[in-house]
């Protein structure tokens, strides 16, 4: 089989319509803009860009791929969720585990979370991976976002 990422996506959030299974992606995500309280990092002995830290952002992703053709039997498979940062340091990620029936040759996965993690401000890329069960990637997406954060003090 072929297989293939159609898209990986960030966006506020993913429904699922039940009668028809179409997702519906509300408000594509590009930017993080968030502020962190520098004195609150500190008495928690965190410097922002030695460590990640989580910010507490309600988002979701979205993944969608192609099998190439359907699965003549059931078929195991795994999404695995990387963010980088910009240094190229991987914060890691949700994953889900999928039993496929055959005859299936479209998967589309979807995560919602309630924290992103960063180290500093810049380009990142959310890297979805489709993964076998033996571990070997059948195929792989990107999508680039920004996080823009600025570390205030409590006057």
Known sequence: MKYSNIFTLLAK??????SDSMNTYTKVLDTFNAEVDADELAKQGIKLGEQPIILPINFA???SWTLGEQTAEDTFLTVKINIVDPKGK???????????PAGINRLNINFNNNGLPITVK???VLQSLLVDRAGKVLAQGEYPFIVNVEQHKKA
């Open 13 to 18: 959030d993913i429904s699922t319509d039940a």
């Open 122 to 124: 810049g380009d990142y």
């Open 61 to 63: 992703i979205g993944t």
């Open 90 to 100: 991987e914060l890691g990620g949700p994953e889900q585990e999928h039993q496929l």
